[in-house]
T-cell receptor
Framework: AQSVTQPDIHITVSEGASLELRCNYS??????LFWYVQSPGQGLQLLLK??????LVQGIKGFEAEFKRSQSSFNLRKPSVHWSDAAEYFC????????????FGRGTSLIVHP | NAGVTQTPKFQVLKTGQSMTLQCAQD?????MSWYRQDPGMGLRLIHY???????DQGEVPNGYNVSRSTTEDFPLRLLSAAPSQTSVYFC????????????FGEGSWLTVV
């Protein structure tokens, strides 16, 4: 069965600092990988996704993520964080074919200090 | 462009009451699913459907029923609400099951007292 681990429950950064949110997955083959963001009281917004090809994926709002097969990781990065980036971030893994409905990590809460 | 529509957005129930969370999509997607979101737990899959007339259980199905009589609608029923079902519920639909084309509703905030 597929699974996702986000080891950091909370991350605190200063505005303007760089950011890296960790995500590790478990899946038997090359998965589909996603990062979603959720602002307080809001639904989920897709930041970026990886299916195949270039392992460095660019997303919206200046985010990027790198798929590392050898480490089973899909970490999210941003070079300079803005106060508006404060939110909950979810990594998810989806299967290729079959009926693998996406599995989500427990989320990482990003706190941004001015 | 409606996408995935969930109703109601907010609901307060008493323990033991029943209710149905409605979910409708207008994209002709075969795959639909219900998740619940709890603090520190992420989104956990309750039930899903791979097409009209076909449903299956997810990770946390107990206390919930679903049906899929049409492609467009996928209601989630709480037969006898319990405080443990206080949560935010998200409906999703997609063209395929992998999450490639998944669309989420805006969420339904349910409180059981």
């Amino acid at each position: 069965a597929q699974s996702v681990t986000q080891p950091d429950i909370h991350i605190t950064v200063s505005e303007g600092a760089s950011l890296e949110l960790r995500c590790n997955y478990s899946y038997g083959a090359t998965p589909y990988l996603f990062w979603y963001v959720q602002s307080p009281g809001q639904g989920l917004q897709l930041l970026l996704k990886y299916f195949s090809g270039d392992t460095l994926v660019q997303g919206i709002k200046g985010f990027e993520a790198e798929f590392k097969r050898s480490q089973s990781s899909f970490n999210l990065r941003k070079p300079s964080v803005h106060w508006s980036d404060a939110a909950e971030y979810f990594c998810a893994v989806g299967g290729r074919g079959g009926s693998y409905i996406p599995t989500f990590g427990r989320g990482t809460s990003l706190i941004v200090h001015p | 462009n409606a996408g995935v529509t969930q109703t109601p957005k907010f609901q307060v129930l008493k323990t033991g009451q029943s209710m149905t969370l409605q979910c409708a999509q207008d994209m002709n997607h075969e795959y639909m699913s219900w998740y619940r979101q709890d603090p520190g737990m992420g989104l956990r899959l309750i039930h899903y459907s791979v097409g009209a007339g076909i449903t299956d259980q997810g990770e946390v199905p107990n206390g919930y029923n679903v049906s899929r009589s049409t492609t467009e609608d996928f209601p989630l029923r709480l037969l006898s609400a319990a405080p443990s079902q206080t949560s935010v519920y998200f409906c999703a639909s997609s063209l395929d099951p992998s999450g490639n084309t998944i669309y989420f509703g805006e969420g339904s905030w349910l409180t059981v007292v």
